[in-house]
């Protein structure tokens, strides 16, 4: 049994149990949160998929942590202006842990 779910834009396969990443939310480690954007459902008795959401299926997921991602690193450089910089960034992600799909 798996669900596919819409979260900021993006789309994601998840299963009981699974643990994933979205994006960074201001949100407690334990606590929960709701999914209520299900494109598509499936289970033993078949596939279902919304037009575009499922109205009565939701997701629920209890928050684990914050986690931080890869290191980017950012270069500009202009020739011949003796002019170079260098960035980098880290992104924030929230990592949750999938408990339930309700099927309704």
């Known amino acids: ?61 209890e928050v684990l942590g914050v986690k931080q991602g890869p290191k980017l690193t950012v270069q500009k450089f202009r020739r011949r202006k003796n002019c170079r910089t260098k960035t980098g960034h880290r992104q924030l992600y929230t990592r949750v842990k999938i408990e339930k799909i309700n099927a309704g």
Request: a negative charge.
């Open 1 to 61: 049994m798996y669900a596919i779910i819409d979260d900021g834009g993006l789309q994601q396969r998840v299963e009981e149990g699974q643990e994933i990443q979205i994006d960074y939310r201001e949100v407690a480690a334990g606590e929960k949160i709701t999914f209520d954007r299900v494109l598509a459902y499936r289970d033993d008795s078949g596939m279902k998929v919304g037009q575009p959401t499922l109205d009565s299926t939701t997701v629920t997921a």
